[in-house]
């Protein structure tokens, strides 16, 4: 993969976001991507894709002997989902907290779910548990080519 350099001599940790059919549908697809922007984290990756079931299945590889496995692969393909990579420092565990507990009920005000969803079949949308997660998941999602190294003007406003 290309390198990812941001201002620092170090391999940036990044999270695999997507925003879940529900969210899509709901046209709830401009304010997630706010969060993440006004938060600062940097956009490596975006596209709006229909996934193919194989994709879905090994993204959630680990849940395979849970009940609701199949229902939720069928809800993963049942429409465009948009898929996204942020990159910086922490982000893996900051976008855990911004999208909030998996159980919506659950979930702060404030958070994704929190404020946009009831139901755990239709939580909106998804962020990696670890940075080895971040990294498998952007895989299973992306080609190599369709990461973006940038360098982004206002970096030095949000890292010192
Ligand atoms: P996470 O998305 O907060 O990391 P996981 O436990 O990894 O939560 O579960 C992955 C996804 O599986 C959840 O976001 C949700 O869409 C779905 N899911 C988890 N538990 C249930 C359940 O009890 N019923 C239906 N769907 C579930
Ligand atoms: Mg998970």
Redesign the pocket.
Known sequence: RASRKATADVRAEISYVMI?PDGVQRGLVGNIISRFENKGFQLKALKLFQTPKDVAEEH?KD?KE?P?YP??VD?IISGPVVCMVWEGDGVVASARKM?G??RPLEAEPGTIRGDFAIQ??R?IV??S?SPENGERETAIWFKEGELMSWDRTMTPWLVE
């Open positions: 879940k959630y849940l849970k609701f229902k939720l809800y999208i507990a998996t755990v079949g939580n998804h962020g548990d």
